[in-house]
Nanobody
Framework: QAHLVESGGGLVQPGGSLRLACTTS????????VSWYRQAPGQQRELVAH???????TYAPSARGRFTISRDNAKTTVWLQMDNLKPEDTAVYYCRTVKAAIIWGQGTQVTVSA
């Protein structure tokens, strides 16, 4: 089974930016959809954005206009560019794909605080 690895999290001030990256142990994303989810303390995991194999992008209302999901042409990396970050964006961010089974990465912590 493939493994997903997220990177790029950290501590940032409100209004700042972070760029998260997701890669797969298979080298290339050979799936129909790659998604970013997040889970804040005490909250359910929620969808942030996803990108289809055809490149169609979908965003949660909380992410629209501030976050951008993208992918390299070789389909080796999926990024989540997060701008104008707010304290309520603080969460563990997870990459997710589905290939015979749901596959989650280990997550990367994003903390937005002054």
């Amino acid at each position: 089974q493939a493994h997903l690895v997220e990177s790029g999290g950290g501590l940032v001030q409100p209004g700042g930016s972070l760029r998260l990256a997701c890669t797969t142990s298979e080298g290339v994303f050979d799936v129909s959809l790659v998604s970013w989810y997040r889970q804040a303390p005490g909250q359910q995991r929620e969808l942030v954005a996803h990108i289809s194999d055809a490149g169609t992008k979908t965003y949660a209302p909380s992410a629209r206009g501030r976050f951008t999901i993208s992918r390299d042409n070789a389909k080796t990396t999926v990024w989540l560019q997060m701008d104008n970050l707010k304290p309520e964006d603080t969460a563990v961010y997870y990459c997710r794909t589905v290939k015979a089974a749901i596959i989650w990465g280990q997550g990367t912590q994003v903390t937005v605080s002054a």
